[in-house]
């Protein structure tokens, strides 16, 4: 592919990698690479069926390939190389609603830690689909009892407070479907969260050195507990 991008991949072996070795793929992006290199360098039907393979590719991908990716990033990067190369399809865009169901999934678990390979993936794939994106979006923005008319743009968005927030916020869109929404929330809560021990568990107990579990109380200078931990 990036020898593809400077004309210089030779078109034979990329038919041969397609017609030969395309079923030893253990995950759809090296399809939608290797579609978009036989494209570029001249086998357009060949590389349409192969990015069409890559994107209907639905095996298990392994744990780790050696090159820092996951399936978050392979389909991010699935459709925003077919923005960039002018191959995309509504059918692949379909993606993008799944990867922002990862997303929030990954929130719901109190577990967002992205890797760098994901990030990037993630910032191209939204660069990719604004740029392509020609709609416009306008509508009805109601905080409170008040109304605001929302001219059309590309993109509309709002930050909240505490107060606007406890008063009522809702948006009426108007324009082509379909819409994207993108909602975050920040904040420090009121109360501790509850214990999460979806992942791993950790609990803690102090003794005093005869062994008896220890009430906590002022320490002296120089005294001394016993800590177990257990994981």
Request: proline content about 6%.
């Amino acid at each position: 592919y990036v020898l593809a991008r400077v004309n210089r991949a030779p078109l034979g072996t990329l038919r041969a990698l397609y017609d030969n070795d395309r079923k030893n793929v253990l995950t759809g992006l090296p399809l939608v690479h290797l579609g978009l290199a036989l494209a570029m360098q001249g086998d357009r039907q060949r590389g349409e069926k192969s990015i069409e393979e890559g994107f209907a590719f639905n095996g298990d991908r392994p744990g780790y390939l050696g090159d820092y990716g996951s399936p978050l990033r392979d389909r991010s990067l699935m459709v925003a190389m077919t923005h960039e190369r002018g191959f995309a399809k509504p059918t692949y865009d379909a993606q993008a609603i799944n990867i922002g169901r990862d997303l929030d999934a990954r929130r719901s678990r109190g577990w967002m830690y992205l890797s760098t390979q994901e990030q990037i993936a993630l910032a191209r794939l939204g660069k990719a689909l604004a740029a392509s994106q020609q709609k416009r979006v306008s509508g009805t923005l109601r905080i409170g009892g008040a109304e605001e008319a929302i001219g059309e743009s590309r993109v509309f968005g709002r930050r909240f407070g505490h107060d606007a927030l406890a008063s009522g916020v809702r948006f009426d869109p108007q324009g082509t479907p379909p819409l994207f929404a993108s909602i975050e929330v920040v904040g420090v809560p009121r109360e501790a969260p509850a214990p999460d021990f979806g992942r791993m568990r950790v609990e803690r107990r102090l003794y005093g050195t005869d062994g008896q579990p220890w009430t906590p109380a002022p320490l002296k200078e120089g005294e001394a507990l016993i800590v177990g931990i257990e994981i």
